[in-house]
């Protein structure tokens, strides 16, 4: 005699599984699946929310988009385990493109880095010029530093930023968060830090951040964001076809117009700035 | 506090103007985390019944796996979920990651010795004068069983609170296996955090109350039955 506990728990649990849409895209022919990897930088900006739907509308095409660093993304690229990859460092992506894991690599777009800090900048970051100048007075001047200390394409650059200082910076003012870029910038807020960061990500969280932008506009701040395939030759289970879909919309004019618009609207200028397809 | 306020009120408005995106995102939490826990109930139990009341060879090594389990990090279950399903990896024939099947699988694996462990304390607390007392009577094995699941309801209906509890707010294994993706894997917890992490905070406060609404109805539902159970069948003295 089934009491009216289990019959009762039975019945909601069948439900819950009946009503599930669980499973139906995995069914879907797995040639209908892009896995995306990136870095946290394009999904924390929203240029992804506002791109990846316009692509599946049009082709069919389910994105997966995988917000990672771009390390990890380029090493989730090299084991097979993604179809293309939006990534932002040219340093390490070219010399595996060399290598053959990576296809038609397309340099499409770039924005830049900035050294945000609080507003008092007892470093005086804001009188230097070079981005080396700004770290060399940073550490100078012992002030706390939060670095992304995740292998992202932004770590890279603060790392390649230190060398070119000529510095390693030690533990005692400089802090690794091992986070995304928002979560990085939260940190150097509520400590009153200096931090390397995109300028898309910063605008876009301004307004709750305690920080402002004190070095900008140094050469070798410039951040530029590729697309690359993987080698069907090397992971032929890759989505190739897909993968190609998705580069060749990237940069097409029709693209190219939601990128150079995105942003106008919140933030008074693009987010992103358009580069002749390399 | 004025942060909090915002957060409520965004709540309020997420849930009553109807959006769509937070629709989507708790209905998949509960579906991801309620398959979850059937799955571990429908595993648990038997072996959590079987661990109780059965002795055999190598018996203690399966209680103290199972009660490890009890505390497994779900970063860690994560982490190897993913190394499996992995398109490199052993099962990634199957094409389940960053699929809402992946973190049920995940969750499972969280929920499933949570679900054992208890199920196990639950039978071993009976007096063990029953089992004889009930075979005394005529009891067949399935009566037996059914019996037994009778009258260890209560502590039964705390396992399952437990399992559920345990994985509808976990978000280290479905961040890992699933990657969070908007309208396919997002969930309230790793919503939560993305919200977060991109300053929205109104937003992630609003998700924090969703799902903490979510787990007090589940858990109020289930505390019901099992209250409700209790008055109507005095338990025999």
């Known amino acids: 005699m089934p009491g009216p506990t289990l019959r009762a728990l039975v019945l909601a649990a069948s439900t819950l599984v009946l009503a599930m849409p669980l499973g139906t895209r995995a069914a879907e022919p797995a040639n209908r699946i892009i896995v995306l990897a990136t870095g946290h930088t394009l999904r924390d900006s929203g240029l992804l929310d506002v791109l990846i739907p316009v692509f599946e509308k049009k082709t069919g095409y389910i994105v997966r988009p995988i917000a990672i660093g771009t390390g990890q993304a380029l090493a989730m690229g090299k084991r097979g385990d993604a ?110 830090a200096y931090t390397l960061t995109d300028r898309a990500t910063f605008l876009n969280l301004q307004k709750t951040l305690g920080l402002q932008i004190l070095l900008e506009g140094d050469p070798v701040l410039l951040n530029l964001y590729s697309v690359m395939e993987v080698n069907p030759a090397k992971h032929p289970k890759a989505n190739h076809a897909g993968a190609r879909a998705f580069s060749d919309f990237l940069i097409s004019d029709e693209t190219r117009g939601l990128i150079r618009d995105f942003g106008k609207e919140r933030f008074g200028q693009p987010l992103y700035l358009l580069d002749p397809v390399r | 506090m004025e942060l909090i306020l915002e957060g409520v009120f965004t709540a309020f408005r997420l849930v009553f103007s109807g959006d769509a995106d937070v629709w989507a995102i708790t209905w998949l939490s509960l579906a991801v985390s309620g398959t979850a826990t059937l799955v571990a109930l429908i595993l648990g139990i038997p072996l959590g019944i079987l661990l109780a009341l059965t002795r055999f060879p190598g018996r203690a090594i399966v209680v103290a796996l199972v009660n490890t389990g009890m505390g497994l990090p779900p970063v860690v279950v994560g982490l190897f979920i993913s190394i499996l399903l992995w398109r490199s990896g052993p099962l990634g024939f199957l094409n389940l990651i960053y699929t809402p099947a992946a973190m049920v699988i995940a969750q499972v694996v969280i929920a499933f010795p949570i679900v054992a462990g208890l199920t196990m304390a639950a039978f071993q607390t009976l007096n063990p004068k029953l089992r004889l007392q009930l075979l005394g009577i005529g009891a067949s094995r399935p009566q037996l069983l059914w019996l037994l699941c009778r009258e260890a309801q209560l502590p039964l209906l705390a396992a399952i609170m437990a399992g559920f509890g345990g994985v509808i707010s976990e978000v280290g294994s479905v961040l890992m296996v699933g990657g969070n993706i908007k309208g396919q894997t997002r969930v309230l917890t790793t919503a939560t955090v993305l919200e977060t992490s991109m300053g929205n905070f109104g937003t992630a406060i609003a998700l924090g109350v969703i799902l903490l609404t979510l787990a007090f109805g589940v858990n109020f539902i289930l505390t019901r039955i099992q209250q409700r159970e209790q008055i109507r069948w005095p338990r025999p003295s």
């Open chain 1, 83 to 192: 179809d293309i990859l939006l990534t932002h460092d040219p340093e390490a992506e070219i010399p595996l493109v060399m290598e053959g894991y990576f296809i038609n690599r397309r340099q499409f777009m770039h924005n830049d880095f900035v050294i945000v800090g609080p507003a008092q900048d007892p470093a005086k970051v804001a009188r230097a010029k070079k981005a080396a100048a700004a770290l060399r007075q940073i550490a100078e001047a012992k002030a706390m530093f939060v670095s992304r200390g995740d292998d992202s394409g932004t770590h890279k650059r603060e790392q390649v930023l230190w060398k070119a200082a000529g510095l390693s910076p030690t533990r005692i003012w400089y802090v690794e968060a091992g986070q995304g870029m928002g979560a990085t910038l939260g940190i150097a807020s509520q400590k009153q």
